[in-house]
């Protein structure tokens, strides 16, 4: 059990500690709209993918997508959180040209998703739980371009009504790593749920993130909100930049104004975009266009019965049967390919040493390369070759690295490789002494040095390992390395 | 056949069906009619006299074979209030803000009616937004009431909202007309043109493609010549319509059979809160009128009350503008309608688009209803109004335990001449005391006429049922029709 690290910063006048919430925009992955049957696709050229009510002309009415509804209730589920049986839509009210109805509609007084909880790995090998305070359904906007004309604005309506899911989190979040392990726990969720693809790139997941700083166990601070951050490093850095703004103000006497802001991708900073007194009135009110949402217990129970195995479960799964360590289990089983992937070179085969060459062989390569898994130049099957070649010993699993760095740039298995290589192990105990007796003939002052050695009452010499890297070298590191121990013993004399 | 448009609409169907005349010939009739009159009366904004013929003519090649369906208003020439939605037709809602718009798509209810082999003649004047109860906030300027009082010319309001489809009928410039109701806008003008309306219960007419007011208080229905006619046209423009979230998903029932089935031993309650200070005795009389005539028939009167009636007008001045504000936003000049850029920047486009594109009562009420949408006056005046409606509902609810059908005046007086009220709109809204009642508590009313006051001028009562009860509505209104052989026509001054 690793305790939970105490993130600090160190300010002029002594220590902070940052508090953080997280609300999460993600995309509900559906065919339609949150209320018209207009199409989601993601790339259409602009204003194509727009109904009659997604325009909001004259007379047209909302009729919620009950798909939209369905996938909510199983994020709600899979976040351990309590499903709201009866909830309503409201209006959030302001203008915007990207907004035709001149109002969102949201879920303001009764989400459909009430509190959960999830526990999350951060990097420092520590867990801790991420209280989710609500998740409700609302509209997403249309799309402002200011770039395309120095004098006018352009609008896509094509994801005005795209339905989203806001998930906001407890301010349990004591630091931007944790912030950003929140939210790839989160992600690792919804895309194991199929409820949203995750795609950070075309905004389909999206943070607005709140950072306050306190002296630790004071009470909170004043927040500052930071709009729509749209990856794991931009979430890290606005929140230490924010937090560290904060902190200067603070140690120069000043006070906190609760704002909006936007965070700068290019320039790492935030930027104050309205202040609290600048906020806007939304003029909230149920939304007369729609009954309340009312949920069949039955509808729960059915999609209980159908969830998918999420990153929790998978991870002990992992653990319990295939003897992994927590750490691996829970790089593993974060991300449905890695999971399917180690599944795949696990099957029938050393699970244990399939997840290291899995976590670190492969997934060192591929990182270091920045290729996605997906891409990967060694299938699963390949690799599993190659496990296979270590487990019956046939190779080592230093030759094993060699075979590896060669399958990247070709497409023969493993065992291919080592036939043609000539990388087979050497097993044979007579060649290996033979291989013995001649690096002791041609090193006499050596054998002497470790017998001297022996008789000071070393149990082992060090010159011992000395002589095994060279019986090794001169196998061309085919030769088993325990025959290779235990036969230079004998020869030894030890 | 001279006077083909001064048929009922049930008398022209059945004559249609039987070829005594053409679709084309009643259609042209009622065209004549329009050229003469509407010069005059200003009813129509717009005539559709190509698209009507057209219609026409379809309808007769339907009503000419021996084999085929008939419509239930097969050949029928109709009007339609500006605010429903007519595809390739311009549609206003009599605002300048909406320009020429015209929409690509149709409503239901009048799709409903084409549906079945129903004629359009035109769109019909009406207020702006359906905010009013004179049409005086109409872009067309008003329509004139075809009656006068005694011996004098002066222009009488047809009242409002609904003031061109009230015009029309009442002059026989269509055989019925559609109509919406929000707050009394198709019994206001009904009682004060000698026409029947009915507002049918919250949900049993889509509100798709009608342009929204007051999404919880809208609802279509008809104006027609008798209460036959206004069954024949509810059971058409009613039904339960997937695209309206709202629309109530039952059968729509047959209720030209509860026309004539007599009212003995209904069971009749008299609202005493309805007897107002300063109501004129004419309207008194007639109300005494009303309940000797039920009475006559075999229906038990029954005393009762409704206690929070006179909270009812300040509620729904509090509710119908929050709506509103709301659901006017989309007008902004961004996709439709009239735009005016003034200095080109983004809020002088909305400040110039909306503030020359709404008239002065349309603007009151946005601000009206943007005030108490505000944080800080959220719950003193919209939460409070929303209480006040359930206390509404549920003093008919305890009135409907004793009683089948509540007779209530449906004005506190005649038509008014134009500019009477209009420098108080305070007074303009007391039109609305007597029928703001059932649109708050989403139960059906009809306005049938009963009289004449003192000079001339045509008195409407109003019934209101519980709710899917237009049965009661049909059977009592009929009753009243009968008792009352109401056989005035407006003198033909046009």
Redesign the interface.
């Given at each position: 059990m690793v305790e939970r690290t105490e993130y600090r910063i160190e300010g002029a006048t002594g220590d902070w500690e940052v508090v953080m919430g997280l609300e999460v925009h993600a995309q509900v992955s559906t065919a339609a709209k949150l209320f018209s049957g207009a199409p989601t696709a993601f790339g259409a050229d602009p204003n194509t993918n727009v109904s009659l009510v997604d325009a909001a002309m004259p007379g047209m009415l909302p009729v919620i997508n009950r798909s939209c509804v369905e996938q909510a209730v199983k994020t709600g589920i899979g976040l351990n959180a309590e499903i709201n049986l009866w909830s309503r839509f409201d209006r959030k009210n302001y203008f915007y040209p990207d907004l035709p109805q001149g109002y969102q509609i949201s879920q303001y007084q009764f989400p459909v998703v009430g509190e959960g909880q999830i526990s999350v790995e951060a990097e420092e090998g520590y867990t801790f739980v991420v209280g989710i305070e609500r998740l409700h359904l609302e509209q997403d906007a249309g799309k402002s371009i200011h770039d395309l004309d120095p004098n006018a604005t352009y609008v896509d309506l094509n994801r005005s009504g795209v339905a989203l899911m806001e998930i906001v989190s407890r301010p349990d979040i004591r630091s931007p790593a944790e912030a950003a392990a929140y939210v790839k726990k989160l992600r690792s969720i919804l895309i194991a749920l199929g409820t949203c693809d995750g795609d950070m790139e075309k905004g389909n997941l999206r943070a607005d993130v709140n950072v306050s700083v306190r002296r630790p166990g004071d009470e909170l601070g004043t927040r500052c909100e930071i709009k729509n951050v749209n990856s794991f490093r931009f979430i890290q850095q606005a929140a230490e930049y924010e937090a560290r703004r904060q902190i200067e103000i603070l140690e120069g006497g000043g006070k906190i104004d609760q704002e909006t802001r936007l965070f700068n991708a290019t320039t790492g900073e935030t930027r104050s975009m309205r202040s609290k007194e600048d906020a806007h009135d939304y003029r909230y009110f149920p939304d007369p266009d729609l009954l309340p949402l009312e949920i069949d217990a039955a509808l729960i129970d059915r999609i209980r019965a159908d969830m998918p195995e999420l990153p929790d479960e998978k991870r002990q799964r992992f653990i319990d049967s295939y003897g992994l360590t927590p750490y691996d289990a829970g790089v593993l089983a974060s991300d449905a390919d890695k999971a399917a992937y180690f599944e795949a070179v696990a099957e029938g085969r050393d699970a244990k040493l399939a997840a290291n060459w899995v976590t670190q062989e492969l997934l060192g390569y591929l990182n270091k390369q920045d290729i996605a898994l997906a891409d990967s130049p060694i299938s699963a099957e390949r690799l599993g070759g190659l496990i296979a070649l270590i487990a019956d010993e046939t190779i080592s699993g230093k030759i094993a690295k060699q075979v590896f760095a060669k399958m990247i740039d070709s497409d023969d298995t493993a065992a291919q490789i080592v036939e043609r290589e000539g990388l087979k192990q050497v097993t044979d105990t007579g060649a290996i002494a033979g291989i013995i007796d001649k690096v002791l003939a041609e090193n006499p002052d050596q054998v002497a040095q470790v017998q001297a050695q022996r008789a000071e009452g070393h149990a082992k010499p060090k010159a011992l390992g000395w002589f095994v890297g060279q019986i090794m070298r001169a196998s061309g590191g085919k030769a088993n390395p325990q025959a290779v121990n235990e036969i230079l013993a004998e020869k030894l004399g030890l | 056949m001279t006077n083909l448009t001064q048929l009922t609409l049930a008398d022209a169907l059945d004559g249609l069906r039987k070829r005594q005349f053409s679709s084309r010939e009643i259609t042209q009739a009622h065209l004549d009619e329009i050229e003469k009159a509407n010069p005059n009366l200003n009813a129509y904004v717009a005539v559709t006299a190509e698209k009507a013929l057209a219609m026409a003519d379809a309808a007769d090649a339907q009503l000419g074979k021996t084999k085929g369906k008939v419509g239930k208003l097969e050949g029928a020439p109709l009007g339609v209030k500006d605010l429903?939605?007519t595809e390739g037709v311009r549609?206003t809602?009599c605002s300048n803000i909406?320009g020429e718009?015209t929409?690509?798509?149709e409503?239901t209810v009048t799709q409903n009616l084409w549906d079945q082999g129903a004629v359009m003649l035109g769109k019909l004047n009406m207020d702006e937004f359906a905010m009013g109860s004179a049409n005086e906030t109409s872009r067309f300027g008003p329509p004139t009431n075809p009656w006068r009082r005694e011996g004098a010319n002066t222009k009488l309001t047809s009242g409002g909202s609904s003031g061109g489809s009230a015009t029309a009928v009442a002059a026989d410039l269509c055989l019925a007309a559609t109509a919406s109701d929000t707050g009394g806008s198709i019994r206001q003008p009904a009682a004060f043109t000698g026409t029947v309306g009915i507002k049918p219960t919250y949900g049993r007419a889509s509100?798709?493609?009608?342009?929204?007011f007051?999404?919880?208080l809208d609802q279509a229905g008809p104006l027609a010549k008798s209460v036959m006619d206004a069954a024949i046209m509810l059971e058409v423009m009613c039904s339960a319509d997937?695209?309206?979230?709202?629309s109530l998903q039952m059968p729509v029932p047959n209720w030209t059979k509860s026309v004539g089935k007599g009212v003995k031993g209904m069971k009749i309650g008299v609202p005493k809160e309805y007897r107002m200070d300063g109501m004129p005795d004419s309207i008194e009389k007639l109300w005494q009128k009303g309940i000797d005539w039920l009475k006559a028939q075999g229906a038990e009167i029954v005393d009762v009350s409704l206690p929070h009636t006179k909270y009812a007008l300040p509620a729904y001045y509090i509710v119908a503008p929050?709506?509103a504000?709301?659901n006017?936003?989309?007008y902004?000049g961004?996709?439709?309608g009239a735009r005016q850029t003034g200095s080109g920047s983004?809020t002088d486009t909305?400040e110039q688009t909306r503030g020359q594109g709404f008239g002065a009562e349309v603007q009151r009420r946005l601000l009206i209803g943007?005030y108490v949408?505000?944080?800080g006056y959220?719950d003193a005046y919209?939460l409070r109004a929303q209480k006040v409606r359930t206390k509404i509902l549920q003093d008919f609810e305890s009135a409907f335990g004793a009683v089948d059908a509540l007779l209530t005046p449906a004005t506190p007086s005649a038509a008014f001449a134009y500019g009477e009220k209009s420098d108080d709109p305070v007074a303009m809204y007391l039109n609305d005391v007597f029928t703001v009642t059932a649109n708050l508590a989403g139960l059906p009313g009809m306005s049938v006429p009963a009289g004449l006051d003192e000079n001339g001028l045509p008195l409407g009562l109003q019934v209101i049922s519980k709710a899917l009860d237009e049965d009661a509505c049909f059977k009592v209104g009929a009753a009243l029709e009968e008792a009352a052989g109401f056989t005035a026509r407006p003198e033909r001054w046009w």
């Open positions: - | 429903f939605c549609t809602a909406l718009f929409p690509p798509y409503s509100r798709y493609g009608m342009v929204a007051a999404s919880s997937e695209k309206d979230s709202t929050a709506e504000s709301s006017l936003a989309r902004d961004m996709r439709y983004l909305y943007t949408l505000s944080a959220y919209y």
